[in-house]
């Protein structure tokens, strides 16, 4: 899971679903604990059992995500070991615009060969043109001429 090297786009999808999954489990306990109609008797139990249970939601998601941006330092072409910038306090900040928005090395670096799909050519000197078809059969008939 984390050899190899991770674009932008995938990094960015990856960290939205991946968080929102976790809020969206965190707001269903905190809803679910208090579903018993008695918030105010057990106010205390359900905040109690919130914080007990936050852990073994965001704790497993916080190691999936650095696992996840180790690839994508790696394709920024830098070791693994940079998550640690994203561990200290204010490093987070710093850490998250560089993965997410610092394009990664173009070619083949120590981590492997560029993501598919990525431009690694020059734009060829002749466009690519699509066939145009003629007659009645088009579609959208003659709004398209």
Partial sequence: ????????????????????????????????????????????????????LVPFIVLPAYVIWLLISIRRWHDLGQSGWWNLILVVPGGLLVGLIVLGFVPGDEGTNSFGAPIVGRRTSPVPDQPRVMPVRQGKDRPFGRALR
């Fill in 1 to 52: 899971m984390t050899s190899g090297r991770m674009g932008r786009q995938r990094w960015w999808l990856m960290t939205v679903v991946l968080w929102g999954v976790a809020t969206f489990l965190l707001f269903s306990l905190v809803a679910f604990l208090a579903s018993t109609g008695r918030v105010n008797e057990y106010a205390f139990l359900v905040l109690f059992y919130a914080i007990l």
